[in-house]
């Protein structure tokens, strides 16, 4: 070997993704279903040892009703603030009915910038349109 090995090591490991996570830790969600984000993060690192990352002041609402998806509910951080300092003060809301194996509909929150372009702020998948969701 010539001279000493100086590259810097990566703790990013490209095969740990959400799909395989999900498969890993899906029967400790169901068994704690009101597990925090924070906790979650946790249990995750002292297995793994790998860190996950979030969005703070990203919002994301899931209900649920008896172990039925009822709704989801997603504004990322870096939309809403985008929004909120360059878009125009103007909301849409649009939806269409989802044809898949999974049935409802999904809703989607815009607003125009500042060339008139259409910027998603928000969205919703429900299992109906209704005054509740």
Not at 55 to 69: C, D, L, M, N
């Amino acid at each position: 070997m010539v001279g000493t090995h100086t590259c810097g090591t990566s703790m990013k490991i490209p095969t740990i993704t959400v799909k395989w996570l999900a498969k890993k830790y899906v029967n400790k969600v169901r068994r704690q279903p009101k597990i925090s984000l924070k906790a979650f993060i946790g249990d995750i690192y002292d297995d793994l040892k790998v860190e996950i990352d979030i969005v703070p002041g990203s919002t994301a609402i899931i209900k649920q009703e008896e172990q039925k998806f009822q709704r989801i509910y997603v504004c990322p951080a870096p939309l809403k603030r985008a929004f909120l300092d360059g878009c125009r003060l103007f909301l849409c809301l649009d939806g269409c009915f989802l044809k898949g194996v999974f049935k409802g509909q999904i809703l989607a929150i815009v607003g125009l910038d500042a060339d008139n372009r259409i910027y998603p702020i928000a969205w919703v998948v429900i299992e109906v349109e209704n005054t509740d969701s």
